[in-house]
């Protein structure tokens, strides 16, 4: 009889420690699918991104089909300028390599395509502030330069953008995804919701971002 209530206290437990570990997974969980979210809408996948072959090609490869116009623009998602295997920019030398429809190469904007396709020159607008030709900055380093909301000490090559990814990424979709020069939200491009900035903070500040650090291959 005794063996037996020790038996029945024993399964108590396992079955307490079982529903205890059951709550808590939902709760890493949820973590987790922010990154991955943030990771989804910056590779321009409407499902998710396929790890292995990104790592293979340093080129995000998603699993499902690619949006054809993320947030709303040209094609163009973030990932086409800023990719996995150039440290989250882009090499002149990848650039070779890339088809010649790849959305990098988009006509619709007021780009200089040879600057572009030489260079890896973006025309960067900003009113009253910036109009000139720059490279793609490197984002490797954010999760170093920025708090996890996604405030930074200094943000592009000179310093002298926003400070703020959300801001940033907002600046990034209206100079280089819009569909026409007039940049018009709701026409052109889509502005990201909160929640998608969140996501896409949370991306750019994770390890999944950091960790693709070509030193550390």
């Given at each position: 009889m005794k063996l037996q209530i020790v038996q029945v206290s024993n399964m108590k437990y396992s079955i307490m420690a079982l529903t205890l570990l059951i709550v808590m997974v939902p709760a890493v969980g949820s973590a987790e699918s922010q990154e991955r979210k943030g990771q989804r809408?910056?590779?321009?996948?409407?499902?998710?991104?396929?790890?292995?072959?990104?790592?293979?090609?340093?080129?995000?490869?998603?699993?499902?089909?690619?949006?054809?116009?993320?947030?709303?623009?040209?094609?163009?998602?973030?990932?086409?300028?800023?990719?996995p295997g150039d440290n989250f920019g882009i090499s002149e030398k990848r650039i070779a390599k890339l088809k010649s429809d790849h959305p990098f190469f988009f006509r619709g904007l007021d780009e200089d395509q040879k600057l572009l396709r030489t260079h890896g020159l973006v025309h960067v607008i900003i009113p009253g502030s910036i109009d000139e030709f720059r490279q793609t900055p490197k984002l490797v380093h954010l999760q170093t330069l920025c708090d996890k909301k996604g405030n930074c000490d200094s943000l592009g090559l000179r310093g002298d953008r926003v400070t703020n990814l959300c801001a940033f990424s907002i600046e990034a979709i209206k100079n280089h995804m819009a569909k026409t020069v007039k940049r018009v939200p709701g026409k052109d491009f889509r502005v990201p919701t909160a929640k998608e900035c969140k996501w896409l903070v949370a991306y750019m500040v994770s390890d999944l971002v950091a960790d693709q650090d070509e030193r550390n291959r």
């Open positions: 809408l910056f590779a321009g996948c409407l499902d998710k991104v396929d790890d292995r072959a990104t790592l293979e090609t340093g080129l995000f490869v998603c699993k499902g089909k690619r949006d054809p116009e993320p947030f709303g623009g040209n094609g163009r998602a973030c990932g086409d300028c800023h990719v």
